[in-house]
Structures are given as structure tokens and as C-alpha cells.
């Protein structure tokens, strides 16, 4: 591959697939040097069918991956960047991976992350701590959950009456620009990219 080419994303999910659909279009707009090259899920799920629509080809691998079986699949699809989205099981980061596995997390770490806090639970979490804003973080995975270095985070206000629901919703807005942003702030730091 030469540095004209794209850089190659693997969006590994286990649910409906709306941040790999979103990043889809933002690279169709031409607003993100990159290409999905892979989805890997972890379970069947709405993801697998939005992936097969869009034409990218994916990988079932149920249960958590092991570090050899992770690195098989990337090679095997040229792959750069690995973005997790909404992929709930624990990753291993081996270590020619280091800095190029990216999560999203549906809230201003270091509050509200760690195991178990993942969807309505983080909401739920951030409702109940009474804060007036929360948001989304974008960061570099290590070996522990949500612990890995902060790249990008977006805010948004907790509004009075929110639900876990309406709360859920206004985070996902910001984090379809806060994803794509973090994303091309990576190639770019990287020098990769096309």
C-alpha cells in the first residue's frame, strides 16, 4: 500500500451499527481520508446487516478475540486503525497495535467509564451524579477499560427532565462529529492517509 491510499478502518461492533453507518457517510463526503475495510461482531446483531448493505465485508467472531486471531484478521484485510463502536467485549492491544486501537465512550471519561459501564447504565450513571453536561470521549485503548489516552472529547448539557433516553440521544449527535474529528486528528498526526 502506498501513502496515497486510504488509511484501512475495521469498525468492530456488537449492536445496531449507527456509528459505522455514520462513518460511512462522512467518508463518502470526502470529510474523513479513510476506508472501511472490515467490520468484525462480536454477536449477530443489526450491525452485520447495515455492514452487508453498505458492501463491507464482515467477520462473526463471537466471545472475546484472542490477541493472535486479532492480528490474523487485520493483516489479512490490510488493516490501519482499528475503531471500536459500541463492541462490547474486552479487545487485547498487541503490541504493533499500540496508539491505532480507538474507542468511543458515551461520556466525559475518567468519570463514568469502566467495566459494566456501557450504554443506559453510563446515562443512568451521569444522571444520578446530578453534573450539568456530559458529552463523549475518544481515546486510545490499552489493556483496561476506558483508561486508555484521551484524543478528542465533545459536551453537550444535561437538561432538566433528561432521561436515560433523551440523554442517550443528544450524545449520540456529538458523537457523530466527534468521532470523525478524533479519527482524521489520528491519520493526520500519523502521517498516513490519503
Known amino acids: 500500500m502506498t501513502r496515497a491510499d486510504p488509511d484501512r478502518l475495521a469498525v468492530f461492533l456488537s449492536g445496531t451499527g449507527r456509528t459505522l453507518v455514520n462513518l460511512a ?62 463492541y462490547l467485549k474486552r479487545l487485547p492491544v498487541p503490541t504493533r497495535w499500540v496508539g491505532r486501537v480507538v474507542n468511543i465512550h458515551p461520556a466525559l471519561l475518567p468519570e463514568f467509564g469502566g467495566p459494566g459501564m456501557y450504554g443506559d447504565r453510563v446515562h443512568r ?17 490499552d489493556e483496561h477499560y476506558d483508561t486508555g489516552p484521551i484524543v478528542f472529547q465533545q459536551r453537550c448539557p444535561v437538561l432538566p427532565g433528561d432521561t436515560p433516553r433523551s440523554l442517550a440521544d443528544r450524545v449520540f449527535q456529538v458523537e457523530t462529529e466527534a468521532y470523525p474529528a478524533a479519527l482524521r486528528l489520528l491519520i493526520e498526526r500519523s502521517g498516513s492517509g490519503g
Open 25 to 86: 457517510a462522512v467518508i463518502d463526503r470526502g470529510e474523513l481520508p479513510a476506508e472501511i475495510g472490515l467490520v468484525v461482531a462480536s454477536r449477530a446483531c443489526e450491525g452485520i446487516g447495515r455492514a452487508e448493505a453498505l458492501g463491507i465485508p464482515v467477520r462473526l467472531i463471537e466471545g472475546e478475540i484472542e490477541a493472535s486471531e486479532l492480528e490474523a484478521v487485520l493483516d489479512e484485510f490490510s488493516i490501519d486503525w482499528v475503531v471500536l463502536a459500541g
Open 125 to 141: 450513571a451521569v444522571l444520578e451524579a446530578g453534573v450539568p453536561e456530559s458529552g463523549c470521549t475518544v481515546h486510545l485503548c
